[in-house]
């Protein structure tokens, strides 16, 4: 009773520090591009923009990173209308969603291997630097851990219960999985094979037998939540045309694959955000499974198996935030590896794992800026990778305007356009016409010089940062000087 106990504080101590750095720095400015994508579409809808319709939105929008479902965007919308829109309130919403996967982690560990294995799991992903680093930022990989990982317990219950209400909450939670990313159809994949491995095929017939009625509610819940969401035609033409040119053909994405994977897990994604002691356990917690081969580890294999394609869809340039979806899988992977350990062994390797995630966590989870040690990995402060200085103090200069001005931003290249934290009484007008507004905020030079050379606008203020990565404001010219 009393080791119950403390196993219970544990927990709730886990989940406590689960949510303090899940939480921590959401207002930070360091905004990536494909960040600033996903909040920008929620907050272009928030603010009447006619050619944000959610439910077509990939069918509508062929422009990298935002071909998919708007799930997502849903929910940020729902925040800026409760909050107020703002990068924080943007990345609330993901950070959010990890804190819930954190939790279907421990549950999924917990049904399938017992409360050691999920505790432990529980352990290292709540501390796990690539997680905290990732489960906070607005892309949509932490609402996809979150949903997978609930879609995955359920249907584990299915697999076991004929309860008729089981049936629906896997419906609603496919819904949810397929209207979070493209992948969607892959849900289906693993379910086929997870059913296959369950019943050893043979025995599929009688289990179909007893399990039709939760099929059939699992179904038309899907089907009903799913339409609800998305357009059919525009998740179909989203699959059939993706978005994004780097994922346009097969070919490609394998070329990419083969070129980069060995340099990105090895020279970025492992040393800098997970630690190799913590790599090595998951390939053993793969070889304990196959070893093994019950009907729970075989579960969790066919999951993983089946969204290893992120391997493939995320190597490169800043795809390190995919594996979100995956980090559920490797913590319960190494606690599977760790359980077979002797118990002093076993402590003194999640000791080790630990103190190799703590400089990880600081610099690259946390991003604290510690000075010049900040900038001695790539993944501390993405303000130094994407010009994001300069953009703040433009925030800060357009929020010091007088009046209430039309703000006019025109995005450069893979620059992002910051519209959150801009005072009450800015109007933010990015896709209306130049003769509606009164100031501009742009980083190309030419199309400076060609506003100036019109007459109508002046430049107001340049801003760069160490002499590069220049913005200029323009106001218009009948405004005062």
């Known amino acids: 009773m009393l080791a119950t106990k403390k196993s219970r504080l544990f927990v709730i101590f886990l989940f406590t520090a689960a949510a303090f750095l899940r939480l921590w720095g959401l207002g930070n400015f360091d905004i990536s591009p494909d960040e600033h994508h996903f909040i920008h579409e929620a907050y272009r809808f928030v603010t009447g923009d006619p050619y944000v319709v959610p439910r077509h939105h990939p069918f509508r929008h062929g422009v990298p ?6 799930l997502g965007g849903d929910l940020m919308i729902i925040m800026f209308k409760v909050f107020g829109p703002s990068v924080t309130t943007g990345r609330l919403v993901m950070a959010l969603s990890n804190l819930i996967a954190v939790l279907g982690t421990y549950i999924l560990g917990k049904i399938l ?6 505790l432990t799991a529980l352990l290292l992903l709540v501390f796990l630097p690539h997680d905290v680093r990732y489960g ?24 076991n219960s004929q309860k008729l209400i089981l049936g629906l909450w896997l419906g609603a939670a496919s ?13 289906f994949v693993f379910y086929g094979l997870a059913l296959a491995a369950f019943t050893r095929i043979k025995n599929f017939p009688l289990w179909a037998k007893n399990h039709w009625q939760q099929l059939i509610i699992a179904s038309v819940s899907f089907v009903i939540i799913f339409y609800l969401l998305v357009s059919p035609n525009a998740y179909f033409d989203a699959l059939a045309n993706p978005a994004d040119p780097d994922i346009a053909g097969i070919n490609k994405v394998l070329s990419q694959f083969v070129s980069d994977f060995y340099s990105f897990m090895f020279q970025r994604l492992i040393p800098h955000l997970y630690s190799f002691p913590f790599a090595l356990l998951v390939p053993f917690g793969i070889y304990v499974s196959l070893k093994h081969r019950k009907p729970q580890h075989l579960f969790l294999l066919s999951l993983f198996l089946v969204y290893s394609h992120i391997f493939i869809t995320h190597v490169g340039h800043s795809g390190e935030y995919g594996y ?48 010049p040690w900040a900038q001695t990995t790539m993944f501390n402060d993405s303000n130094f990778r994407y010009g994001q200085t300069t953009y703040r103090d433009a925030v800060k200069a357009i929020n010091n305007l007088p009046e209430s001005p039309k703000v006019l931003w025109i995005k450069n290249g893979d620059r992002n356009v910051p519209m959150m934290d801009i005072r009450s009484g800015v109007e933010l007008w990015p896709f209306f016409e ?7 905020l742009l980083a190309n030079p030419l199309f400076k010089d060609e506003l100036v050379a019109s007459g109508n606008f002046r430049q107001y203020q340049e801003l760069s940062y160490k002499d590069k990565d220049n913005l200029w404001i323009l106001r218009r010219e009948s405004r005062g000087k």
């Open 434 to 440: 130049l003769d509606t507004v009164d100031t501009v």
């Open 324 to 371: 979100v979806t995956l980090n559920p899988y490797f913590s319960l992977f190494a606690a599977l590896a760790l359980s077979r350990l002797h118990s002093p062994l076993r402590k003194i390797y999640i000791f080790t794992v630990l103190i190799f995630f703590t400089p990880l966590l600081i610099l690259n989870g946390l991003r604290i800026n510690i000075g």
């Open 136 to 159: 906070r930022d607005a892309h949509l990989d932490p609402l996809l851990e979150a949903t997978l990982l609930f879609a995955a317990i359920s249907f584990w219950k299915v697999l």
């Open 113 to 118: 291997f017992g409360p050691r294995v999920a």
């Open 175 to 187: 819904a949810l999985v397929w209207a979070t990313k493209i992948n969607g159809p892959f849900l």
């Open 65 to 70: 990173f935002v071909g998919h479902p708007f």
